[in-house]
């Protein structure tokens, strides 16, 4: 799970949204009084800074960082501020007691965590006096170590080399980051890893310079195990596979990092692997528990050791065994799962009942703690919220649709637990029963009949309680697990958030989640049953919910989406507002005109910058189909101003992107300025690729541009551009390029056992549109109507079929089941070969869909809420179905199923 999106899962309990909203609730005083005379304040998301008004800070140098735990925030806070003030020194703080908290929570980024404020001393002397002054004062004061930084004696002050104002660069892949500058001029970007690191050619104050030299900064000199692999990081800590410096067998080395890695209660890891600890120590010698072998510290971390468990964890080997993700299924296949799974839940049956007749409830029961031994016994692994059941303690974090609801205490936590783990097995969406209280029942249904399992075998969950009255607005309260800063089991914690704010793993205790009331679950087979007949009322369905969802009082974004509107772009295709309405729009749906003159507004209100997907291109693409050709046109007028050198190669945010939306206005206005600037995107794109290097030639910058894989960020979407190119002129060169591009990440694909072509990204294999093989394929397709290939031909066969799976994790567009829909809908052109399989894909779309308002919506990435953006959630759902109903394209640009074989006359 990308645990990013935890953190925009806590301001709202349906959709994803930004922590400013829910964090900037209760705020520290000093974020919301005045600038004192002659300093300015900037408040900026989750950051408040002040900066004197005559001071102009260096492009970069040494900034300071300040730790700090709950406690003691504000008294840090107070002492730093009135020491910045007295000196003229500018600084930033996070500007709520919830943002400290969720900087220093369990997923929380490694890279950035324990920074609560930063310092910008310009100059050696102004450094040396804050880290002299500074440290007196604050002596003692306990903070989670900031692992990106030097540490500064005992104290929590941390030091690192890094911009002091903002400056952008793209990287290798055209992704726009944050930058310092090197001593030639060149931007590279300021990354932020969980290790110390400073540019070798940086200055060194002398104030710097024996702290730099001593070797004790890196850490211990003597520990007595060798660490072999890390098998898992958190905030918290690590876990490491390793084996005493003595010898002897293999053991798990789980680290604990003092006042970080907090849960909800405000518990640090350290204290979570204590109690871990006696529990191990109270449950030794069961077999289903690995024995705990040692506890030690070193340096300011904690070490558990315990016995290493050889085996599968249960996700994984669930992976590896599920016969539905294979495409055609057959049923000795299903049966053979059937016994396994059941045999395997027998086995974790019997574990638990070990465990609670030593009086322990688990407290985190879900399958990534679940380890399967090549016996096929089951071990229980991560007692960190484990507790005696005559002193049960509430656990404090949890596994989407794992976590039980408040209601439950002691062992009936973990029969909860159980029971999710059961349906799980034969149908892994687990997350979207914390959406819907309807969902497990639904979930359950399919299970039983997909598998033939019995009511005995897969009991009904408890039936929903009655929804609690006023639940039906967005934003409402739902019971569950609260977010960082909550109340959790009734015991406050600093900076409480308001009561109710549900985190990503909570559990709803029968309640219905704010707008996920009206029409039940089961409602949706019948509306998604695949035909044809039912496309107008479906297409009315999900534009009912789109609109539902769509907040035009919000300057931020119109339609909640992917985090990614936040973090990326909120305006453009993938996640922001041209998406959902180029969705409705090509469709034929009905789109609100306040819709479109909120985006209209707002590419004045907001900077803009290049890109189709990810940037403006898109929306002025999206504004001229609307009719709004002049606005269209100014802003690529202005885009146009834009530096294009620093852009990537892809389709998402670079070239390829910028080059098709060319194409279109070059199409549509005649404008031959405009086509010949396409040409260049596309030459541009070709030269950083590498591509008119020969075969295996591809060094340098073409080949690091051109690491990353697929449609959306690889060579493939230079391909796209290559072959608009080739369709207006007929240049058979560009078809060249078109193939070698193609090429390149073919190469990246693998021949799976089940006879699938799909993109090795290194950890596992991918079929979807963005970054997989369904997206190579689709523009595949359209090159192969050009210059027929047998052996091409072939590759694309193989790759359509990892596109027939019958379970797919996510329902979206760019990396779900709505993306393969599309392909196979492309692969079908006028005829019915995947007709069947497509209508299959369609009601399984019932599987995710999701009660918002009485309409069916669709969850995004991960699961844990509802999109309504294109590459996530339901507008992307709306135009592969639309794709297959009314042959339109699934997404800007598409390679169509039957477009021209030959090139046409160019209207520029």
Not at 335 to 361: F, K, N, P, Q, S
Not at 443 to 457: E, I, T, W
Not at 817 to 829: D, H, T
Request: charged letters at 20%; glycine letters at 10%; aromatic letters at 8%.
């Amino acid at each position: 799970m990308d645990m990013r999106y935890e953190a925009y899962s806590y301001a709202d309990p349906l959709f994803y949204d930004s922590p400013v909203r829910w964090a900037t609730l209760e705020e520290f005083p000093e974020a919301v009084e005045p600038a004192p005379a002659g300093w300015t304040r900037n408040a900026r998301e989750v950051w408040v800074g002040f900066q004197p008004d005559d001071l102009r800070l260096p492009e970069q140098g040494w900034k300071i960082h300040v730790s700090a735990c709950m406690d003691n925030a504000p008294r840090i806070l107070d002492v730093v501020r009135t020491h910045c003030f007295t000196h003229r020194v500018a600084f930033k703080f996070l500007r709520s007691p919830a943002l400290v908290q969720t900087q220093n929570a369990k997923y929380a980024p490694r890279g950035s965590s324990g920074k609560f404020m930063t310092l910008y001393p310009v100059g050696d002397d102004a450094l040396e006096r804050c880290l002299t002054d500074l440290d007196a004062a604050l002596a003692g004061e306990p903070g989670p170590y900031i692992l990106s930084d030097l540490r500064w004696r005992e104290g929590p002050l941390y030091l690192r080399y890094g911009g002091f104002v903002e400056q952008f660069c793209r990287t290798e892949t055209g992704e726009l980051v944050l930058a310092f500058r090197e001593p030639s001029g060149a931007l590279r970007p300021d990354v932020r890893r969980a290790v110390f690191e400073v540019p070798e050619w940086a200055p060194v104050p002398a104030v710097l310079a024996p702290a730099l030299a001593d070797p004790a900064r890196t850490g211990p000199s003597e520990f007595p195990y060798a660490v072999e692999r890390a098998l898992h990081f958190s905030n918290g800590g690590g876990i490491y596979l390793g084996r005493h410096n003595d010898g002897g067998p293999q053991v798990v080395l789980k680290e604990a990092r003092p006042h970080a890695g907090l849960d909800q209660r405000g518990e640090d890891a350290v204290r979570r692997l204590g109690r871990e600890h006696d529990v191990l120590q109270r449950l030794r010698g069961l077999d289903a528990v690995p024995d705990a072998l040692g506890y030690l510290t070193a340096w300011e971390h904690h070490f558990l050791v315990q016995e290493y468990v050889e085996g599968e964890p249960l996700h994984r080997w669930f992976g590896l065994n599920y016969p539905l993700v294979h495409p055609d299924a057959d049923t000795a296949a299903v049966e053979e799962y059937r016994t396994e799974a059941l045999r395997i839940l027998d086995a974790v049956t019997e574990g638990l009942r070990t465990i609670h007749d030593r009086g322990i409830v688990f407290g985190d029961l879900h399958p990534r703690n679940l380890i399967v031994r090549p016996d096929g016994s089951v071990a229980f692994v991560d007692f960190e919220l484990a507790s005696p059941v005559d002193e049960f303690l509430r656990p404090a974090l949890g596994a989407a649709g794992f976590a039980a609801p408040p209601g439950l205490t002691g062992f009936a936590v973990d029969e909860h637990a159980l029971a999710a783990i059961r349906l799980w097995l034969f149908l892994p969406l687990m997350p979207l029963t914390v959406l819907s209280p309807g969902k497990a029942g639904a979930l359950v249904r399919a299970a039983r009949h997909r598998f033939g399992l019995s009511p005995q075998l897969l009991p009904d969950p408890p039936a929903p309680a009655a929804a609690a009255p006023g639940v039906s607005a967005p934003g409402a309260a739902a019971a569950g697990t609260a977010a960082p800063g909550a109340a959790v089991a009734g015991t406050a914690a600093p900076g409480a958030a308001v009561a109710g704010t549900a985190a990503p793993g909570a559990a709803v205790a029968g309640v219905p989640v704010a707008g996920a009331v009206g029409a039940p679950d089961h409602a949706f087979e019948e509306l998604l049953d695949g035909g044809p007949d039912s496309w107008p009322r479906l297409r009315a369905e999900l534009t009912a919910a789109i609109t539902a969802a769509a907040t035009p009082d919000r300057t931020d974004r119109l339609f909640p989406g992917d985090p990614g509107q936040f973090t990326h772009d909120g305006l453009g295709l993938s996640y922001g507002a041209a998406g959902v309405l180029w969705a409705l729009h090509t469709t034929g749906a009905e789109i609100d005109p306040d819709h479109v003159r909120w985006l209209t507004a707002a590419v004045h209100r907001e900077p803009c910058r290049s890109g189709l997907f990810i940037g403006a291109h898109g929306v002025a693409y999206v504004l001229d189909l609307l009719g709004r050709r002049t606005e269209a046109l100014d802003l690529l007028e202005r885009l146009g101003k834009d530096d294009v050198d620093g852009l990537g190669p892809d389709l998402a945010g670079g070239l390829a992107g910028v080059g098709l939306t060319l194409c279109h206005f070059a199409r549509t206005t005649g404008d031959r300025a405009l086509h010949e600037a396409a040409v260049d995107a596309a030459e541009r794109a070709v030269t950083k690729l590498g591509l008119h290097l020969p075969d295996g030639a591809a060094t340098g910058a073409g080949a690091a541009a051109g690491a990353r894989t697929g449609l959306m960020h690889g060579p493939t979407g230079a391909a796209l551009l290559l072959l608009h190119l080739f369709e207006d002129s007929g240049d058979p060169a560009l078809l060249d390029l078109a193939r070698r591009a193609l090429d390149r990440d073919l190469a990246r694909c693998v021949l799976a056992e089940d006879g699938t072509l799909q993109v090795d990204d290194g950890t596992r294999v991918l079929p979807y549109l963005e970054s997989g093989s369904a997206g190579i394929a689709a523009v595949l397709h359209t090159y192969l109507r050009h210059r027929p290939d047998a052996a091409l031909a072939e590759r694309l066969e193989q790759i359509r079929g990892a596109a027939r799976p019958e379970f797919i994790v996510q329902s979206g567009l760019f990396n779900g089941r709505a993306g393969l829909i599309a392909l196979l809908r492309q692969a079908q052109g006028g005829g019915t070969e995947h007709a069947d399989t497509i209508r299959r894909h369609i009601r399984r779309l019932a599987w995710h869909a999701i009660p918002y308002q009485g309409h069916p919506a669709f969850p995004g990435e991960q699961l844990l809420r509802l999109s309504m953006d294109l590459a996530t959630g339901t507008a992307g759902v709306l135009t592969a179905l639309g794709a297959v109903f009314a042959d339109s394209p699934a997404m800007p640009f598409w390679p169509s199923a039957a477009g021209p074989v030959g090139p046409r006359a160019n209207p520029a």
